[in-house]
């Protein structure tokens, strides 16, 4: 039962990572391009991106199993995030019944923008975790001063 609610809870934080980036492309392209649309654009892509974090976090989960994210590789999580772009599109584009070209487009820009986004979170996950020193270090400043004393003794 806690590896449910732990990978809930890691699906849920992807999905608020994925929000938060979408949403901020929302209001680039908002200021810079000046796209306007009824629904405020960075709400809608946060909102997409939520979804399209949970969705990658899901297939990373059914296709990966219990290999954990800092040990798949950069094409490879790149991949789950364009396919989970793709599922991402299906609902999306199925409702608005386009053609085939704009359903392509927004096929493409969905799995472009998830893939981006799912190398990312690789390269959050393969960070250094920094550690603090511990409490009882050994002291080599003596160690180091007698270094130093000696190259200067030598006149390097």
């Known amino acids: 039962m806690r590896t449910w609610l732990r990978r809930a809870r890691g699906a849920i934080g992807m999905g608020f990572t994925w ?3 979408w949403s901020a492309a929302g209001v680039f ?8 649309s009824d629904l405020p654009l960075p709400l809608l892509l946060g909102g ?3 979804i399209a974090g949970i969705t990658f976090s899901g297939l990373l989960a059914l296709a990966e199993g219990r290999r954990r994210l800092d040990r798949i590789s950069l094409p490879r999580s ?15 584009v199925g409702g608005a019944s386009p053609g085939w070209g704009e359903m392509l487009a927004t096929s493409a820009v969905f799995a472009v923008s998830s893939a981006i986004c799912a190398s990312g979170s690789l390269a959050l996950a393969r960070r250094p975790v920094r550690r603090g ?23 390097d």
């Open 48 to 50: 997409l991106g939520f």
């Open 29 to 36: 392209l908002r200021w810079v391009f000046g796209v306007d």
């Open 19 to 21: 929000g938060v980036v």
């Open 78 to 92: 790149a991949a789950w995030g364009a396919m989970a772009g793709v599922l991402l599109s299906v609902p999306f």
């Open 133 to 155: 020193l511990p409490e009882h270090r050994a002291d080599t400043t003596g160690t180091a001063n007698q270094e130093r004393r000696r190259v200067r003794a030598r006149g």
